[in-house]
């Protein structure tokens, strides 16, 4: 059953599987994506369901379809933890036995909300820097010991309890969406968007967001089939996926208008103003397909847009990192190393004749604390417009000082901060 294709009549019975087990999340009009898009902005809370992720729908619609034998079985599954997520709450209800693989990079928040989902019914394994290792653990213990490995998207069941997402949002819309704009890690909900539009909505058109440090699903589409990147930023860990699906690849492929990636720094930017206007918190997969929304698709067909926001399991410890990258994504704070001479009044003339009107100094460590003499100083300042940041640089360049800036994606840059 793995390799066949799903179809949008799977979603509609998933929907009947589903039933009211699930919730049936809002379909709210933002104001403020209205406001900068000058057109209808829909926002799918998949950040309330059930797990707080859209992941249960898709769970909970493979495991309801195994037989008595393969429930006596168990199951596992390999998740950076919605997906978990959404089997634990499916073993509960279900009295099935599981267990789940959750790479190290999991939040904290994430495994106690399994935890506290599952109960006794599921048990968790931690190992692995990324879900592709997780995942390559999981299915061996599956080939080891006959347990049902639950896919997190690249099944059919999967994809079409995830495509369900998409249904809800046409029942609920007063008007037609033109557009649906959709996170993509391995691709499932894509794919069960796809299969449904492209069924009962052909004219709709579809739009993935991926992160930019894990272009999994445009690196397939271009090499003409799945690769597995050598590396991933797992900053966004609910679509931090190294390689898409078979099955998702070739629905993605055949039936999706566009693919886009977004920087990590305005998927930040976009997670702090869901919560600021919106009151919403989304995990940074959640704020995926909002930014793009918000920034990276200047044309998209008149009409309503209605875009899914995927996730809100995100840890407020997390948040005093979003802040930072979204400050050095808009150019708000930038970071130098300051070598000061030791002579009276360095200090004096970097903050009267280096620094402007506006800028504050919100970093200042010796990268030597034992030998202060003979190290810079790592110094951060923020500036209230990006557009004095020239300004600034040529100070710098005119003061008797030995400055160098740090450049954001440079080994220097994450070593010191």
């Given at each position: 059953m793995a390799s066949e294709l799903p179809s949008g009549v799977d979603v509609v019975v998933a929907a009947q599987t589903l039933g009211n087990t699930v919730r049936h999340t809002p379909l709210d009009l933002s104001l403020r994506l209205s406001g900068i898009r000058r057109q209808p902005v829909l926002l799918k809370r998949e950040d309330i369901q059930v797990g707080?992720?859209?992941k249960v729908r898709g769970a909970y619609n493979f495991i309801s379809s195994l037989s008595q034998e393969e429930r006596e079985g168990g199951i596992v599954c390999a998740s950076a933890g919605n997906h978990a997520q959404g089997v634990a709450f499916a073993c509960r209800?279900?009295?099935?036995?599981?267990?789940v693989f959750l790479p190290s990079t999991t939040p904290r928040q994430k495994r106690s909300r399994i935890r506290d989902i599952g109960g006794r019914w599921i048990e968790q394994v931690i190992g692995g820097a990324t879900f592709d290792e997780a995942s390559a653990a999981a299915q061996e213990y599956s080939r080891d010991h006959g347990a049902?490995?639950?896919?997190?998207?690249?099944?059919?069941?999967?994809?079409?309890?995830?495509?369900?997402?998409?249904?809800?949002?046409f029942e609920q819309a007063s008007e037609i969406p033109a557009t649906v704009v959709v996170p993509v890690g391995g691709g499932g909900l894509l794919a069960g968007t796809a299969i449904w539009l492209r069924t009962f909505h052909p004219?709709?058109?579809?739009?993935?967001?991926?992160?930019?440090?894990?272009?999994?699903?445009?690196?397939?589409?271009?090499?003409?089939?799945?690769?597995?990147?050598?590396?991933?930023d797992a900053f966004a860990?609910?679509?931090a996926v190294a390689r898409v699906g078979d099955i998702t690849y070739r629905i993605a492929r055949d039936l999706v208008d566009e693919i886009i990636s977004v920087p990590e720094g305005a998927i930040c930017t976009?997670?702090?103003d869901l919560y600021q206007v919106e009151g919403?918190?989304?995990?940074?997969a959640g704020a995926l397909a909002t930014a793009a929304v918000a920034r990276f698709l200047p044309d998209l067909p008149d009409g309503p847009i209605a875009c899914i926001v995927s996730g809100g399991n995100n840890d407020v410890s997390r948040y005093d990192d979003v802040v930072e990258r979204s400050l050095v994504y808009e150019g708000l704070r930038h970071y130098f190393l300051v070598t000061f001479p030791q002579e009276p009044g360095a200090l004096r003339h970097f903050l009267d004749d280096v620094l402007g009107e506006g800028d504050d100094i919100v970093l200042f460590e010796y990268t030597k604390k034992n030998n202060r003499e003979t190290g810079p100083a790592l110094v951060g300042i923020e500036i209230d417009d990006p557009a004095n940041l020239p300004g600034l640089l040529d100070r710098m360049e005119a003061s008797r000082l030995h400055i160098e800036k740090l450049e954001p994606n440079s080994p220097a840059f994450s070593f010191l901060l």
């Open positions: 707080r992720s859209y209800q279900l009295k099935i036995h599981g267990k049902t490995y639950v896919h997190p998207f690249d099944d059919p069941r999967t994809i079409a309890g995830q495509g369900t997402v998409v249904k809800e949002i004219e709709v058109h579809i739009v993935g967001v991926e992160p930019e440090g894990a272009r999994s699903m445009a690196a397939a589409l271009e090499a003409g089939g799945p690769v597995t990147l050598p590396e991933i860990d609910g679509t976009e997670m702090l919403i918190i989304a995990e940074p």
